[in-house]
């Protein structure tokens, strides 16, 4: 199976930093894309930024200019860079990946890190 580590939550302030990482691990064939994606208290899951293979970035309305994406594809990793983070921000952060076994007969399917937990103070 595939597997998502990640590393990087924690505690900050209003207006600071940080870098989360996501390795992807397994018997791999191919990653297409990889995101993050984040669940606030009381909200519902929600796309945070996705990068394609290519590099190609999608990025929530809500972090755009604040957060950046990037993967390294042979590492199989991928990091979100968080900028002038805010209260609204804090929520349990996950790692996706859209990938595809070494296994005959699986077709791409989407894989979750286990979260990590983000917070911004005020």
């Known amino acids: 199976q595939v597997q998502l580590v990640e590393s990087g939550g924690g505690l900050v302030q209003a207006g600071g930093s940080l870098r989360l990482s996501c390795a992807v691990s397994?018997?791999?064939?191919?990653?297409?894309?990889m995101g993050w994606y984040r669940q606030a208290p009381g909200k519902q899951r929600e796309l945070v930024a996705t990068?394609?293979?290519?590099?190609?970035?999608n990025y929530a309305d809500s972090v755009k200019g604040r957060f950046t994406i990037s993967r390294d594809n042979d590492k199989n990793t991928v990091q979100l860079q968080m900028n002038s983070l805010k209260p609204e921000d804090t929520a349990v952060y996950y790692c996706?990946?859209?990938?595809?076994?070494?296994?005959?007969?699986?077709?791409?399917?989407?894989?979750w890190g286990q979260g990590t937990q983000v917070t911004v103070s005020s």
């Open positions: 397994g018997t791999i064939f191919r990653i297409n894309a």
């Open positions: 990068i394609t293979s290519g590099g190609t970035t």
């Open positions: 996706n990946a859209n990938a595809k076994v070494r296994s005959i007969g699986y077709s791409f399917q989407d894989y």
